[in-house]
């Protein structure tokens, strides 16, 4: 009996995973490896005058290789598995627990590649949580000040009227309308089949007006009610996505009705004055949400993000409500999910790593990084440390200001337009000590750094029915450009004043600040990669060996490194639920992503800082309208898409390696002691390398790596194999 009281007032519990000790033992014995190898390359280096080049590289390899282990290593030290009980929240007498006000920020920014179809379905999904309507209000920031995002939401309220209690009273798990009328899993009843011929009318509506014109007209659209009259008259000639005056419109308010209330945001813009992408969208929404709601729970969400769960928002309250941590409990991250993902996941577009793996081991530290979407916010944690709230520069938008005008209060909504101005925030703390932070293209990364540093806490929360799914892009060239801006991102982060190695170490202890560099330097990745791609394999090409032979006794450390970094690779993936054809998918674009995103990441990020480039925040597209594209990803064929640069360097290893290997082949009958390693590895790159073997040569689609990029990445080799003739023989 005692333990069953205990247990029904419990909110979450956490669980160490089993793991903990073979990894821990295992690290000890891998770093040793480690030092081996170090001390072998040193000795060489010493002893060896004609192959220092080599070595030299080598070496440099393996201290980014060594570093990136360690950082990993960090991660592997304490994962925990966490469970919330949201059951027992929603069963607390009210008094105690009582449901506090909840904001959703939802960000767009383009309407072309993120179709306001979709920022529809993700609004009605979170406007339909299981949890009191009359304490939800969603917020929409529109950074591409489209009318047509505008349009489609207006739509979207008529129709919640009758979604939101359809759902509630039936129980629906999907709340995206999208996903429950495409569902097979339903049976449907007359009120069913009506409220998807609403559904269908309304995406007509919205398809309609966005393929006769980029605007909405006045006229046109006579469904308006009187409230709503003229407002796309504020879309005058001059208006432009980059400048244009600030737009706040109430389109549902639970003043009238109990439903959630929902305001669509687009911040003032001029070209004048930066607006600093995703991150400035988001303060903007804190001061909006500020003047009007300020709820003390926040949920941040990109626009392709719908929720999946309707309970989430009780998951996130098991810890966010509970007093023995709150105090400096700053947020609760879910994880990213993903739709449509094909069966063995091609592009590794799961994100295993950050996204399950990684994160587990975090969150046995201070807490898992925040992932940009999916996250249930302390508010207070944008206004200083737990100890030190920072004041804003007014008194309206402090956090924990009890709003109590109505929302469409004359004063409110003319304080919401000011803060939401282009020049608000000229010297003020937002994006330096309060907000979300700027400066980095992650701003999501940058932010959770700041906010640990602080003393704030994070929690990992996966409930089994995944609380929310998103969208990944399905197409390679989107992959890495997407990676590039990310790699771009973290080395702003790790080249600033805050860099992890620096302040992180000192703010967070060895461990979280090894975390921490785990990303910061994530396109560090890209020099072991190049280095191993190709040096190896020039220099057997021209007789030169530049590992140990298999009689020697270095050459088992070589094997034992490399099958154990692999071998553990790949049990950490099958622990958190991967198969093992993802993971060899996964490995497999770690190192396209190393020779194309992180490389290029790097050239950006230089020629960025030299003020040569002005690498921007590129809106990853949602709308995969290309059928034969979306037909080739469902049948797990690469699509390298248009012609980029992008994809010379993996073209010119997969070629030097090819020739490496028929050399190596043919040497096999002459050779008396083959040199084994450099077998290995060559036939390794190979095997991964089919696909883009296949894309250059075998293949007709519209997929298939261009002939321009295949012909540079001939000439490149040619040369690059000459020049080893001439500095590495
Ligand atoms: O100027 C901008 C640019 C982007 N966005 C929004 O930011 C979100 C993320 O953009 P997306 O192109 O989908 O980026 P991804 O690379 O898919 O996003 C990952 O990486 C981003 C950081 O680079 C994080 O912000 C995201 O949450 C994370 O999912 C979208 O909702 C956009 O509408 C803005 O609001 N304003
Ligand atoms: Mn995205």
Redo the contacts with the bound molecule.
């Keep these: 009996m005692e333990s069953k009281r205990k247990h029904s007032t419990t909110l979450h519990t956490c669980h160490p995973c089993r793991r903990t000790t073979l990894y821990r033992t295992y690290a000890v014995i891998h770093a040793c490896g480690i030092v081996a190898l170090m001390y072998h390359h040193a000795h060489s280096l010493l002893t060896t005058a004609n192959t220092t080049f080599i070595t030299s590289l080598l070496l440099l390899s393996d201290i980014v290789l060594a570093f990136m282990w360690a950082t990993t290593t960090s991660l592997r030290l304490y994962p925990v598995h966490r469970s919330a009980y949201p059951e027992n929240y929603a069963a607390k007498p009210e008094e105690m627990y009582d449901f506090p006000k909840l904001d959703v920020f939802i960000?767009?920014?383009?309407p072309y590649k993120?179709p306001p179809m979709m920022v529809v379905n993700t609004t009605l999904s979170v406007m339909a949580y299981d949890y009191p309507s009359d304490k939800i209000s969603v917020y929409v920031?529109d950074?591409g000040g489209s009318s047509l995002t505008l349009f489609a939401l207006m739509e979207a309220v008529k129709f919640s009227e009758h979604w939101l209690p359809f759902c509630k009273k039936n129980n629906i798990e999907d709340r995206s309308p999208k996903v429950y009328f495409s569902s097979t899993s339903y049976s449907w009843t007359k009120e069913a089949e009506n409220l998807k011929k609403m559904y269908e009318d309304l995406k007509k509506r919205v398809e309609h007006v966005m393929v006769s014109s980029d605007k909405v007209d006045n006229d046109q659209q006579p469904i308006l009610c009187d409230q709503f009259r003229g407002v796309f008259g504020l879309w005058t000639h001059k208006f432009t996505p980059q400048d244009h005056p600030t737009i706040i419109k109430v389109l549902q308010n639970n003043e009238t009705e109990i439903m959630p209330n929902l305001i669509y945001v687009s911040r003032e813009k001029n070209r004048a004055s930066p607006?600093h992408?995703?991150a400035g969208?988001l303060n903007t929404l804190l001061r909006v949400s500020a003047v009007m709601t300020n709820s003390p729970i926040i949920l941040t969400l990109?626009?392709?993000m719908y929720s999946n769960n309707p309970t989430t928002p009780l998951h996130a309250l098991c810890y966010l409500s509970d007093p023995t941590i709150n105090s400096s409990l700053g947020f609760v991250q879910f994880p990213?999910k993903f739709q449509g993902i094909n069966k063995n996941d091609i592009y590794a577009s799961e994100l295993k790593r950050p996204f399950d793996i990684n994160t587990v081991g975090y969150d046995g530290l201070i807490g898992p990084i925040y992932?940009?979407?999916g996250c249930f916010f302390n508010r207070r944690a944008f206004y200083g440390s737990p100890t030190n709230l920072i004041l804003p520069e007014i008194n309206e938008l402090g956090p924990n200001r009890i709003t109590d005008k109505p929302i469409k209060d004359q004063d409110v909504l003319e304080l919401a337009h000011d803060v939401a101005g282009c020049y608000h925030e000229l010297n003020t703390n937002w994006g330096s000590k309060t907000g979300f932070r700027y400066g980095s293209?992650?701003?999501?990364y940058y932010t959770s750094f700041m906010l640990h540093c602080e003393g704030w806490r994070s929690v990992f929360c996966s409930p089994k029915r995944a609380a929310f799914y998103?969208d990944s892009p399905k197409c390679l060239i989107d992959v890495v450009s997407?990676q590039m801006?990310?790699s771009i991102?973290v080395l702003e982060v790790a080249f600033s004043r805050y860099s992890p190695l620096t302040y992180g170490f000192k703010s967070l202890g060895p461990l979280m600040g090894l975390g921490y560099c785990h990303y910061a330097l994530w396109p560090f990745w890209s020099i072991p990669l190049s280095v191993y791609g190709l040096l190896p394999q020039l220099a057997f090409l021209c007789g030169v060996s530049v590992f140990p032979k298999a009689s020697d006794l270095w050459f088992w450390l070589y094997i034992f490194l490399f099958f154990g970094a692999y071998a553990q690779d790949l049990l950490d993936f099958l622990l958190e639920g991967g198969t093992y054809r993802k993971w060899w998918n996964d490995q497999r674009m770690w190192m396209i992503r190393g020779l194309s995103s992180l490389l290029f990441g790097f050239i950006e990020f230089t020629l960025k800082t030299l003020n040569l480039s002005t690498q921007g925040?590129?809106?990853?597209s949602?709308a995969n309208d290309d059928e034969k594209q979306r037909k080739r990803y469902e049948q797990e064929i690469f699509d390298f898409g248009p012609s980029s640069s992008m994809f010379l360097p993996i073209t010119t290893v997969a070629i030097v390696n090819l020739f490496a290997f028929v050399w190596g082949l043919y040497g096999l009958t002459v050779w008396r002691e083959g040199p084994v390693l450099e077998l290995m590895l060559v036939s390794f790159a190979v095997v991964n390398c089919l696909p883009i073997y296949e894309a250059m040569v075998l293949r007709k689609d519209d997929g298939k790596l261009p002939k321009r990029v295949c012909f540079l990445a001939g000439i490149l080799t040619f040369v690059l194999v000459m020049s080893g003739y001439f500095f590495l023989k």
């Excluded at 960000?107 to 383009?110: G, I």
């Excluded at 293209?441 to 999501?444: G, Q, S």
């Excluded at 925040?617 to 990853?620: H, I, K, P, Q």
């Design positions: 960000c767009t920014a383009d993120e920031s950074d607006h992408f995703k969208a990109d626009c392709d990213q992932m940009g979407t293209l992650v701003e999501d998103g997407q801006r990310w991102g925040f590129n809106v990853t949602k």
